[in-house]
């Protein structure tokens, strides 16, 4: 039996609820999508729950699911993820943080934080980097590792024996207040040293940071200096995830560039490629997407392209650019298909919804789209949240990537 290719097409946030300045339709309904719609006719389409009737779902929880694994067991918070998905090596039992670059200033033997994100645009971040790098790469016997995220952005991973993620944070999440200290949340022996490792960073950056040439030049363009590490979110990586290649003997590459996602799609074993143009928000160079993916699978079983747009338009209300979005995904869809139509299972997905009316994600269920030439169609041609009422999936986010693997002909028989 011929084996097909995957691929996975997520619209972050996609689905949507009557718009009223839609004349109560939803994006998906109003968007010219001919790419979506014509799969529809030739596939299935129906609802899913992503993680759970009902329940709203992270962008990472519901990746999680997406990618086959059940969240409610392997879920251990977005720190791993979001240090992965930058670039990190994260070994079981590091400690990953979020950081941010921002402006603090000296007031009686205190440091107060001017801006928690020195301004937003730091150019020169990956610099200030790699001075952190080699200047504060080692704290007690924990070996201390920065990475560059976007903008203001890193990740910063402990590596090192007797760790734990039970401590708070050292930004103090207000402008005005001094620099916080962050304290164990448990009375072990881990916490209290990772909280002291998390002190010492944050002290000994400003120390780094402070004279850092890059900084002066900003001080002197009347820029706030980037001069202090921020640190929050510590997670543990605890469990290693089951790989894509061990549970269905696929290797899978995700396209995209939003940290968090990429940085589940590389715990479940994926290669990541982040296109140029590429930028998680409503500018991005969906092209570009589409070219990539359709590079990747001459090389990949799978290449899964994560949209992120559709995901901020909604949060920020802005209705035209979210309609905007979902034609990229149609544009994506569509450029895979010249290509790889019959050759392939495609999936078109939301990974949760996020309505224009609500500007946060909810637990809907979302429209799920499953086209396959091995696979026999339902009386659906459209695809949107209305007609994936009339369609026949009924499935949970967990259950697509094993449709598509046994529709794929790649499935490995349950028992004898
Ligand atoms: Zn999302
Ligand atoms: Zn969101």
Redesign the pocket.
């Known amino acids: 039996m011929r084996k097909l290719k995957l691929v996975l097409l997520v619209g ?2 996609m689905g949507d609820r009557p718009v009223p300045s839609l004349g109560n339709k939803t994006p998906l309904e109003v968007a010219s999508t001919p790419n979506l719609d014509e799969m529809a006719r030739r596939g299935r389409v129906g609802l899913m729950d992503v993680i759970a009737p009902g329940v709203p779902p992270g ?1 990472d929880t ?1 990746h999680l699911a997406l990618f086959g694994l059940d969240p409610f067991e392997w879920y251990e918070g977005r720190g791993p993820f979001e240090a992965l998905g930058v670039g990190a090596e994260l070994d079981q039992g590091d400690v990953a943080l979020r950081g941010n670059f921002a402006t603090v200033k000296e007031e009686n033997g205190k440091l107060i934080v001017v801006d928690r994100r020195a301004g937003r645009k730091v150019p020169e971040a990956e610099e200030l980097v790699k001075t952190l790098n080699e200047k504060l790469n080692k704290v007690k016997d924990v070996e201390v590792r920065f990475y560059h995220a976007t903008e203001h952005r890193l990740a910063v991973v402990l590596h090192g024996p007797g760790l734990s993620d039970e401590v708070s944070d050292t930004d103090p999440h207000e402008v005005g207040k001094p620099v916080a200290l962050s304290k164990p949340l448990k009375d072990t022996p881990e916490a209290k040293k990772t909280a002291e490792i998390l002190n010492e960073i944050t002290l000994k950056s400003y120390e780094i940071l402070k004279d850092h040439p890059a900084n002066l030049e900003r001080v002197k363009r009347g820029l706030p200096p980037a001069n202090i590490v921020l640190l929050r979110g510590a997670g543990m990586m605890r469990k290693r995830l089951p790989k894509l290649q061990e549970l269905f003997g696929i290797r899978a590459a995700a396209v995209g560039a939003t940290a968090l996602v990429l940085g589940v799609a590389k715990a479940v074993g994926m290669d990541i490629y982040v296109p140029k143009g590429a930028t998680g928000g409503i500018d991005t160079d969906y092209r570009a997407k589409a070219r990539e993916a359709v590079k990747l699978l001459e090389d990949y079983d799978m290449v899964f392209v994560h949209l992120k747009g559709t ?1 901020a338009a909604s949060h920020d209300g802005l209705v035209e650019e979210k309609v905007r979005m979902v034609e990229a995904l149609d544009y994506i869809a569509g450029y895979i298909m010249d290509y790889y139509d019959g050759e392939a299972v495609f999936a078109v997905t939301p ?2 919804a996020t309505p224009l009316t609500v500007k946060e ?1 909810t637990g809907d269920p979302v429209p799920v789209l499953l086209y396959a030439p091995t696979q026999i169609p339902d009386e659906v041609g459209e695809y949107n949240e209305r007609s994936a009422i009339k369609g026949s999936l009924r499935i949970r986010g967990k259950d697509l990537i094993r449709l598509m693997v046994n529709y794929a002909n790649r499935a490995k028989k349950f028992g004898a």
Do not use: F, N
């Open positions: 972050d946030g962008s519901a995901d990974d949760h994600h």
